[in-house]
């Protein structure tokens, strides 16, 4: 009986440990999304200060395009991305929508895989996935690195 007892108190206590680090992961989650969602919104106001904090200074940006000949990948530069997104007027509405995160977590660096849809004063633009790398930095998860693909057919 005794020894019941020890393990039903084993596995409370391993069952109680499991869900504080689920609870931790979960917040870690948290504040990845919110620095992807700031990003995001700063797009979407045009505030090149807002998208700026999502970014660590040592940040840059690609995307895979199809051409007739096979896939290419275009760099672009946070200040280059930042520049073109000025460009576009103030009255064009953008609006990223975020279809789904999966998120990975190893110690201070994170991996998120998010499919998405790209609006345009409210119509469908384009879609594809965006592949996001962040580092835990002192003062918060930073985006350190993009990805993403962009399609006109199959959204």
């Not at 609870?23 to 797009?43: H, P």
């Not at 000949?69 to 530069?77: D, R």
């Not at 929508?97 to 609006?119: H, Q, T």
């Amino acid at each position: 009986m005794k020894i019941v007892k020890i393990m039903m108190l084993t596995l409370l206590i391993v069952a109680g440990y499991s869900f504080v680090v689920c609870a931790q992961i979960s917040s870690g989650d948290k504040e990845i999304r919110a620095v992807i969602a700031g990003l995001f919104e700063g797009m979407s106001k045009r505030d090149a200060k807002k998208m700026e904090e999502s970014f660590a200074r040592e940040a840059f940006l690609q995307t895979v395009q199809q051409t007739d000949e096979g896939n290419i990948v275009k760099n672009t530069s946070v200040t280059g991305f930042l520049n073109g997104l000025a460009s576009i007027p103030a009255e064009v509405e953008l609006e990223e929508r975020m279809l789904d995160y999966k998120i990975n977590v190893d110690g201070g660096m994170a991996s998120v895989w998010a499919p998405y849809e790209f609006y345009v004063d409210g119509k469908l633009s384009h879609c594809g996935v965006n592949s996001f790398q962040l580092v835990r930095f002192p003062e918060g998860w930073k985006i350190v690195y993009i990805i993403d693909t962009r399609r006109k057919e199959g959204c």
